[in-house]
């Protein structure tokens, strides 16, 4: 526990049998559980992280499951009806098993998705767990050692004291970034990272990509967890998601750590053009259900409105074009129009941008 908050930690896990070990032993003791889902590993992940739980010496404190029956009564009406939500809400996740036999007495949680399903829906998994152990601070490391354990403390401190409702990791600050990012990795996490401050909202993230990071329970339970992107754009869609509840951010510098054993199985120039379409419909949730059905604001119809002058504007960006490729003479109306809206539109973009820029601020803490 940190300052009597209960503290846990999601591994997802897909074929880290050399790995995971070192995650479990290298873990800071003020962790009360470890919730390693497996993601369907094709090697034994599973087989070493249940001897790891049969020789748990650990002595965490007891957490019980807050879907547990509550005894009726004529005032608990309310809590009933969100307990049988909780309960209901498993169904939109994967197939899965616990394998433990007293997970609220045992440190270690082993998860088993039944079918692969990527990272995004095995830190949904272990999210669930804890929404329903009502865990106060849940972190996220990744089941290849990739993180170091001991920044663990100050990414969940936020949480804790300071009641930031998520906190990521940010290793693009850190002074060795350029150094030790490789370089295609580099290149991809800036480009998304652009895309997602646009999506999401929270103008002033850098390192969107990191998996280090910790959520506290009010954001637990103001998004829905299963319907998170299941694979490697679940930080970005996190971040609208979050954004969209009205959740506040920080962001702590960490260490970019590679060549640790770890084996990637992400190919960057797959994935930037999935999450690039991923951000792109965000952009426009986000405004719909934010600024418009939640929360009206101008900025929702002056970015809409940029988006029909850019729509009409293309015709004529087109007969520009064709005009100075085959040098052809153009019509005075069409170059006023090309220009007038062209300027509108761009105009009508930057002052909605400059006014979700500003609503936003006192998200980013």
């Known amino acids: 526990m940190l300052a009597n908050k209960t503290i846990a930690v999601v591994v997802p896990a897909y074929n880290e049998d050399t790995q995971i070990g070192m995650v ?40 019980k499951n807050i879907l547990e029956k509550i005894k009726h009564n004529k005032y608990n009406r309310a809590e009933i009806v969100l307990q049988q939500q909780l309960k209901d809400e498993l169904k939109h996740y994967l197939p899965s098993e616990i394998v433990n036999k007293n997970p609220d007495n045992q440190r270690i949680i082993l998860i088993n998705q039944l079918k692969n399903g990527g990272v995004g829906a095995a830190i949904a998994r272990g999210y669930k767990w804890c929404k329903d152990h009502a865990i106060d601070c849940t972190a996220v490391m990744a089941g290849d050692g990739q993180m170091d354990p ?21 290793r ?3 002074r060795s970034a350029w150094l030790v990012i490789p370089k295609t990795r580099f290149f991809g ?3 998304l990272s652009i895309l997602t401050k646009v999506a999401s909202g929270y103008w002033h993230v850098s390192d969107t990509q990191t998996g280090y990071t910790a959520l506290s329970n009010k954001a637990l339970n103001a998004i829905r967890i299963y319907d998170i992107y299941k694979s490697y754009g679940m930080p970005n869609d996190v971040l609208v998601k979050l954004n969209i ?27 930037i053009p999935r999450v690039s379409w991923l951000l792109f419909k965000s952009f426009f949730k986000r405004l719909w259900i934010k600024y418009l059905f939640r929360d ?5 119809l002056l970015y809409n409105f940029a988006i029909f002058l850019f729509i009409i504007w293309c015709p004529y960006l087109y007969k520009v074009l064709k005009a100075v490729i085959f040098s052809q003479n153009l019509s005075f109306e069409t170059l006023f129009a090309f220009t007038f809206i062209g300027i509108t539109s761009i105009q009508s973009f930057m002052f909605a941008m400059w006014m979700d820029i500003q609503d936003n601020e006192r998200l980013y803490k």
């Open 296 to 300: 009206f604001h101008p900025l929702f």
């Open 189 to 191: 996490n800036s480009i």
């Open 150 to 170: 001991d920044e663990l403390e100050s990414i969940c401190k936020p949480v804790i004291e300071e009641n930031i409702d998520y906190v990521k990791g940010n």
């Open 24 to 63: 479990i032993e290298t873990m800071p003791d003020f962790v009360d559980r470890i919730i390693i889902v497996n993601d369907c590993s094709k090697d034994k992940t599973a087989e070493v992280v249940m001897q790891y739980i049969e020789n748990d010496k650990f002595q965490p404190i007891e957490i």
């Open 245 to 271: 509840a009205f959740c506040t951010l920080k962001e702590v510098e960490i260490k970019p750590i590679y060549d640790v054993g770890e084996k990637s199985k992400m190919k960057i120039f797959k994935v």
């Open 172 to 174: 693009l600050i850190h």
